[in-house]
């Protein structure tokens, strides 16, 4: 449902992202602690930074909303959600197999995969629904 185009500001240089893309979304989460420097920062709030705020990308800001909507809307175990949490603190799958907390290296990364192929479910679903409810997709 969410789509990005990241042209010109500052010099960016441009490219399409879109949660229909399983690299988008799988990098998206592997990346998440060093690119979306909003995630959690209503618990790591600096009064002094709070001028900042014009440094954030406003456009990668809502493509990670999109996807934390559309992760919510997959109904994800509490196992999974815990591997999205890991992930999105910084660790690497890797590292959440090396933790001894019960993942096992093989069956975290099928786990991995099939979360990226019911997000991307998921996220077609809300698309065709925004469709049929404008008219543009006949049921």
Same mark, same amino acid.
């Given at each position: 449902?969410?789509?990005?185009?990241?042209? $010109?500001?500052?010099?960016? =240089?441009?490219?399409?992202?879109?949660?229909?893309?399983? #690299? *988008?979304?799988?990098?998206?989460?592997?990346?998440?602690?060093? *690119?979306?420097? $909003?995630? #959690? *920062?209503?618990?790591?709030?600096?009064?002094?930074?709070?001028? %900042? !705020?014009? +440094?954030? #990308?406003?456009?990668?800001?809502?493509?990670? $909303?999109?996807? %934390? !909507?559309?992760?919510?809307?997959?109904?994800?175990? +509490?196992?999974?959600?815990?591997?999205?949490?890991?992930?999105? +603190?910084? #660790?690497?799958?890797? %590292?959440?197999?090396?933790? /001894? !907390?019960?993942?096992?290296?093989?069956?975290?990364? =099928?786990?991995? /995969?099939?979360?990226? %192929?019911?997000?991307?479910?998921? /996220?077609?679903?809300?698309?065709? /629904? $925004?469709?049929?409810?404008?008219?543009?997709?006949? +049921?």
């Amino acid at each position: 449902m969410a789509g990005l185009g990241i042209g $010109s500001y500052k010099d960016r =240089e441009y490219a399409d992202l879109t949660l229909s893309d399983r #690299n *988008v979304v799988k990098y998206l989460i592997l990346y998440r602690s060093k *690119v979306d420097v $909003s995630y #959690n *920062v209503n618990n790591n709030i600096d009064i002094k930074q709070a001028g %900042d !705020i014009f +440094e954030f #990308n406003q456009e990668l800001i809502a493509l990670y $909303s999109s996807l %934390d !909507i559309t992760i919510g809307k997959c109904n994800f175990k +509490e196992k999974q959600l815990t591997l999205l949490r890991f992930i999105f +603190e910084g #660790n690497t799958i890797h %590292d959440v197999c090396n933790m /001894n !907390i019960g993942y096992t290296r093989s069956a975290t990364y =099928e786990l991995f /995969n099939r979360m990226l %192929d019911r997000i991307l479910l998921e /996220n077609y679903k809300l698309w065709a /629904n $925004s469709m049929k409810s404008q008219g543009y997709i006949k +049921e």
